[in-house]
């Protein structure tokens, strides 16, 4: 009994000990930084908490520092794990030299935080294509606009934007047969929308240069005429001219949207895009029937492309 006493002593010692020299299962770390200065991005880690060690791998490369030698292990989310990971064995290592520790300025620390960027803001143009009887002898046109974009988490974002409508006016459709003399008529048509947006950046922390978003909300859209024309009837040529009023009338709307975004640098990227403003116009008999006709609703899509900066 005392000879087969000693033989489980011993099978539980071996156990013990194996399991004590066992180390932690690999993770994953966006950057693990050294106490002097050298990092490694993108890797997997694991713990022997008994000999002290982290073993650092990135495909069949592999290496082991002391947990003296570790300054910062981050974890994917873009979380300092360091003190959790190596626990109570791990003290905080003083910097050796000025620059080996990332300032929350530094491109390289923002690239490892939970969001990939703060806010953006950006620049571009816009062909808009006018939709529904409200837009009734309206023609296609240039315009422009200014979006600005507020991160709330890595996928969420409020989007604020300010845009003018590339519209104008189609005199020939308006009044067939009559000779266009001059034609200064001019459509001011501005767009003020709120969204909430969805955005995915695939691979930003590895340096992937494509994300795409898409966006809904709602705002206002004002109109405006203001200018003259001048006409001719023939064959009597009796002369008519027509002058905008200058008066601006204001609609809510619905806004909806997307695109995607491609990087050329760390902070600025070209962006693509679409939206549709769903214009609530409403019936009135107010409503000026040569320019606007009369209608429930509208729409304007718009096609975009800007260059847009992220912070």
Known sequence: M??????VCVVV????????AKPACADKASRIELADG??????????DKVYQIVTIELGDWKQKVDFGDVARIVDEGGED????????????????????????????????????FDFGIRAGGNYSFPMG??????????????DAVVTVT??????????????????????????????DISLNIWRYAVCGQYYQWPDWKTGGKMLYYGFAGLGAITHKMSGTAMLQEPPAGDMWEIRGTGDTENKFMLTYGGGLITMISDRVGVEFGI???????????DLDVVYYGKADYANIFD?????IGLF
């Open 2 to 7: 005392a000879s087969r006493g000693r033989e």
């Open 13 to 20: 010692l071996v156990l013990v000990a194996f399991c004590l």
């Open 38 to 47: 050298t990092a490694y991005e993108n890797v997997t880690f694991s713990v």
């Open 81 to 116: 794990i360091t003190a959790k990971v190596l626990g109570e064995k791990y003290k905080p290592v003083e910097k050796k030299r000025e620059g080996d520790w990332l300032s929350k300025e530094n491109p390289t620390y923002k690239a490892h935080q939970k969001r990939p």
């Open 133 to 146: 009887d409200y837009y009734e002898d309206i023609n296609s046109g240039i315009g422009y606009g200014f």
């Open 154 to 183: 890595k996928n969420v974002a409020i989007r604020g934007s300010v845009s003018r409508a590339g519209l104008k006016d189609d005199l020939k459709a308006m009044f067939p047969g009559m000779i266009i003399l001059e034609d």
């Open 275 to 285: 939206t549709l403003d769903v214009v609530f116009v409403g019936r009135s008999d």
């Open 303 to 307: 096609l975009k492309v800007g260059l």
